[in-house]
């Protein structure tokens, strides 16, 4: 079954600063995965997609690498602003033709900036 | 305006009382998808469906019911809600077979709990 993991469960750092946020997954059958946010008591809004071809998306002050071999996705945020303060969620999509409709979500990592 | 919408938004409901929460998306996708969020646990899926009739388990099916009768609609339903149903509902729904915006679009979610 597929496990995923982010580490840290939660984050603070001063404005400006990059941010740097984990998420790992124990099967590397996957066909992509997903960078979401979430504000607190919001829905989730999608930030980058990675299929599991590519190595990486950037959108903006964000850019998200994927290493499928080693199970591991790194999402970075350039100069972080007190704006950027919300949930990061990753969720990873089943690549076998027996789950293709599945999603895994990580906990997330709470993020904090401080002006 | 591209959007999920889930109603009702808060629900207060008591133990074996039937209820049902509706999803609806103007997107024409596709695929659609329920998650329940709970604290340390992240986002588990419950049940998706990848077009007209043609639904499957997620991870957390035991419970619940869904069904898919028209494709901008996918009701989740409780027959008998029990307390450990208490959470917070999220809807989804994506466009699929074109690589690259197959990105999911999030309901703003329903609180529902069970007395």
């Known amino acids: 079954k597929q496990e995923v993991t982010q580490i840290p469960a939660a984050l603070s750092v001063p404005e400006g600063e990059n941010l740097v946020l984990n998420c790992s997954f124990t099967?590397?059958?996957?066909?992509?995965l997903q960078w979401f946010r979430q504000d607190p008591g919001k829905g989730l809004t999608s930030l980058l997609l990675i299929q599991s071809s590519q190595r990486e998306q950037t959108s903006g002050r964000l850019n998200a690498s994927l290493d499928k071999s080693s199970g591991r996705s790194t999402l970075y945020i350039a100069a972080s602003q007190p704006g950027d303060s919300a949930t990061y969620l990753c969720a990873v999509r089943r690549g076998t033709t027996d789950s293709w409709g599945k999603f895994q979500f990580g906990a997330g990592t709470q993020v904090v900036v401080t002006p | 305006e591209a959007q999920v919408t889930q109603n009702p938004r808060y629900l207060i409901t008591v133990t074996g009382k039937k209820l049902t929460v509706t999803c609806s998306q103007n997107?024409?996708?596709?695929?659609m998808s329920w998650y329940r969020q709970d604290p340390g646990l992240g986002l588990r899926q419950i049940y998706y469906s990848m077009n007209v009739e043609v639904t499957d388990k997620g991870d957390v099916p035991e419970g619940y019911k869904v069904s898919r009768k028209e494709k901008r609609n996918f009701p989740l339903i409780l027959e008998s809600p029990s307390p450990n149903q208490t959470s917070l509902y999220f809807c989804a729904s994506s466009a699929e077979g074109l690589a690259g915006v197959d990105t999911q679009y999030f309901g703003p979610g329903t609180r529902l709990t069970v007395l």
């Open positions: 099967d590397s059958a996957i066909y992509n």
């Open positions: 997107m024409n996708h596709e695929y």
